[in-house]
């Protein structure tokens, strides 16, 4: 019928191809002051000409519409410890995160928290995500139960943690494979949502928990797999005192089976040349989480040399090792830390790796990251300026790239319209959102 069909206006902006990291000559798909049509939650068509009467039509002229964001790496019971004070990695997990995890025991809690921030991810246009809810099992339903509510594509699983957390936070063996087979049987599959094997990372896990976690992988071929790897120097050494037998960090999740095209490993600031190798040979991706990096003093990550390597590259935003949802404010990060590591990333590499690369290494491409007819209509409507200073700055922009960089780098969250997930709105800004002075 007619309300299953829309006809957006706006300047298209998308990839059909990975650009090079510090290239800005290689542009991206722009189709300015185009029509994206929208039937049944799919996108069927892009073209320049107004469509016919039988489309209800919405025009945002100057504005921006990007597939929706894919975050590769985020925390939602992690929404309670953004911008928490003085710590690096291990400590900030004590003092901070284990305590505000813990609260996810609480049923009605977890549920309250999965709303609040999924709600918080489509206000800054990330409409899919890979999720570590907590090491309850109840964290993972609330999660779940609110994505499908919502629509959008996430992936996610119950934190494994047998060792090295408070009491109150560890599961054991047993119980966690019993609560990962039925959170398996429940979700993996269902609608547009899929499970991920999540052991938190090696250090809170015994030999017998990851053996565990491979097991699974081994008996479920279509599952992902998300953990930690080589985030932090302390964690490094823990890891090679915890592991003496491993070659490296990354090796003991091979070791035990859990590295394959559909493994995804936080961070890797601290990898070597060997590591990437196996990464490009089992196909494992890495989210390069910047803002957290930056913000827990973890590292540089070396973008070139792991994809020199071989290894896909996508971004998470990693809340709340990370100071904010938005994957604008992630990618705006994301060249600072190649900045300070000596490197210029483009835009285009940046919005590529949180769109299409991201959908291509999950290998979701068919369904997300592009305004490709077929793909669901996971949409994000942008301003490019909210204030007379922005406008000013928009308005002498030298280049395509120079316009998008700009756009990437000063936007907020209040810059997000409208976002739709397979077609449904979402998010819309208030109406009341007045103009920023500057
Ligand atoms: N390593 C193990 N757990 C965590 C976490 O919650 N956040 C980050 N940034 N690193 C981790
Ligand atoms: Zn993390």
């Given at each position: 019928?007619?309300?299953?069909?829309?006809?957006?206006?706006?300047?298209?902006l998308?990839?059909?191809?990975?650009?090079?990291?510090?290239?800005?000559?290689?542009?991206?798909?722009?189709?300015?002051?185009?029509?994206?049509?929208?039937?049944?939650?799919?996108?069927?068509?892009?073209?320049?000409?107004?469509?016919?009467?039988?489309?209800?039509?919405?025009?945002?002229?100057?504005?921006?519409?990007?597939?929706?964001?894919?975050?590769?790496?985020?925390?939602?019971?992690?929404?309670?410890?953004?911008?928490?004070?003085?710590?690096?990695?291990?400590?900030?997990?004590?003092?901070?995160?284990?305590?505000?995890?813990?609260?996810?025991?609480?049923?009605?809690?977890?549920?309250?928290?999965?709303?609040?921030?999924?709600?918080?991810?489509?206000?800054?246009?990330?409409?899919?995500?890979?999720?570590?809810?907590?090491?309850?099992?109840?964290?993972?339903?609330?999660?779940?139960?609110?994505?499908?509510?919502?629509?959008?594509?996430?992936?996610?699983?119950?934190?494994?943690?047998?060792?090295?957390?408070?009491?109150?936070?560890?599961?054991?063996?047993?119980?966690?494979?019993?609560?990962?087979?039925?959170?398996?049987?429940?979700?993996?599959?269902?609608?547009?949502?899929?499970?991920?094997?999540?052991?938190?990372?090696?250090?809170?896990?015994?030999?017998?928990?990851?053996?565990?976690?491979?097991?699974?992988?081994?008996?479920?071929?279509?599952?992902?797999?998300?953990?930690?790897?080589?985030?932090?120097?302390?964690?490094?050494?823990?890891?090679?005192?915890?592991?003496?037998?491993?070659?490296?960090?990354?090796?003991?999740?091979?070791?035990?089976?859990?590295?394959?095209?559909?493994?995804?490993?936080?961070?890797?600031?601290?990898?070597?040349?060997?590591?990437?190798?196996?990464?490009?040979?089992?196909?494992?991706?890495?989210?390069?989480?910047?803002?957290?990096?930056?913000?827990?003093?973890?590292?540089?990550?070396?973008?070139?040399?792991?994809?020199?390597?071989?290894?896909?590259?996508?971004?998470?935003?990693?809340?709340?090792?990370?100071?904010?949802?938005?994957?604008?404010?992630?990618?705006?990060?994301?060249?600072?830390?190649?900045?300070?590591?000596?490197?210029?990333?483009?835009a285009w590499?940046?919005l590529?790796?949180?769109?299409?690369?991201?959908?291509?290494?999950?290998?979701?491409?068919?369904?997300?990251?592009?305004?490709?007819?077929?793909?669901?209509?996971?949409?994000?409507?942008?301003?490019?300026?909210?204030?007379?200073?922005?406008?000013?700055?928009?308005?002498?922009?030298?280049?395509l790239h120079d316009a998008i960089f700009a756009w990437l780098?000063?936007?907020?969250?209040?810059?997000?319209?409208?976002?739709?997930?397979?077609?449904?709105?979402?998010?819309?800004?208030?109406?009341?959102?007045?103009?920023?002075?500057?």
């Amino acid at each position: 019928g007619h309300d299953q069909k829309l006809a957006l206006f706006g300047d298209l902006l998308d990839f059909t191809e990975a650009p090079p990291l510090t290239d800005p000559g290689a542009e991206p798909r722009w189709r300015p002051a185009h029509w994206l049509l929208i039937e049944h939650g799919r996108i069927v068509g892009v073209q320049r000409h107004e469509p016919d009467a039988s489309w209800p039509k919405e025009r945002h002229p100057g504005r921006l519409i990007l597939p929706g964001f894919i975050d590769t790496h985020v925390h939602s019971a992690q929404i309670d410890v953004l911008g928490a004070w003085g710590t690096e990695l291990l400590d900030w997990l004590e003092r901070h995160t284990f305590p505000a995890e813990a609260r996810m025991d609480d049923p009605e809690h977890a549920r309250f928290i999965s709303a609040l921030f999924l709600d918080g991810l489509l206000a800054t246009g990330t409409t899919s995500a890979m999720v570590f809810p907590t090491v309850h099992r109840d964290s993972v339903d609330a999660l779940f139960e609110a994505g499908s509510a919502r629509g959008m594509r996430l992936i996610a699983g119950k934190v494994l943690m047998d060792r090295h957390a408070p009491e109150f936070l560890r599961d054991d063996v047993a119980q966690a494979e019993q609560d990962c087979v039925e959170l398996i049987a429940r979700w993996h599959g269902h609608g547009r949502l899929a499970y991920a094997v999540t052991p938190r990372f090696a250090p809170t896990s015994t030999d017998a928990q990851l053996a565990m976690a491979g097991a699974l992988m081994a008996a479920h071929p279509g599952l992902y797999m998300q953990t930690h790897v080589a985030e932090n120097r302390d964690e490094v050494r823990w890891v090679s005192e915890l592991f003496p037998w491993s070659r490296s960090y990354l090796d003991v999740y091979e070791h035990f089976g859990l590295l394959g095209p559909r493994s995804m490993l936080a961070h890797g600031i601290w990898l070597d040349s060997d590591d990437r190798a196996r990464l490009a040979a089992t196909g494992a991706m890495i989210s390069h989480c910047p803002s957290s990096n930056l913000f827990l003093g973890s590292g540089l990550f070396d973008w070139p040399a792991a994809r020199a390597g071989g290894a896909a590259v996508t971004m998470g935003c990693d809340v709340g090792g990370g100071t904010s949802l938005s994957m604008l404010r992630t990618l705006a990060d994301g060249y600072q830390v190649q900045a300070l590591a000596g490197r210029r990333i483009t835009a285009w590499a940046l919005l590529h790796a949180a769109t299409r690369g991201a959908a291509e290494a999950l290998g979701l491409a068919h369904e997300i990251g592009s305004l490709e007819p077929g793909t669901l209509a996971d949409v994000v409507v942008w301003d490019t300026a909210r204030s007379p200073v922005e406008r000013r700055r928009q308005s002498v922009a030298r280049d395509l790239h120079d316009a998008i960089f700009a756009w990437l780098t000063l936007a907020g969250d209040d810059h997000v319209v409208s976002t739709r997930v397979a077609g449904v709105e979402r998010y819309r800004r208030p109406a009341d959102h007045d103009e920023k002075p500057t």
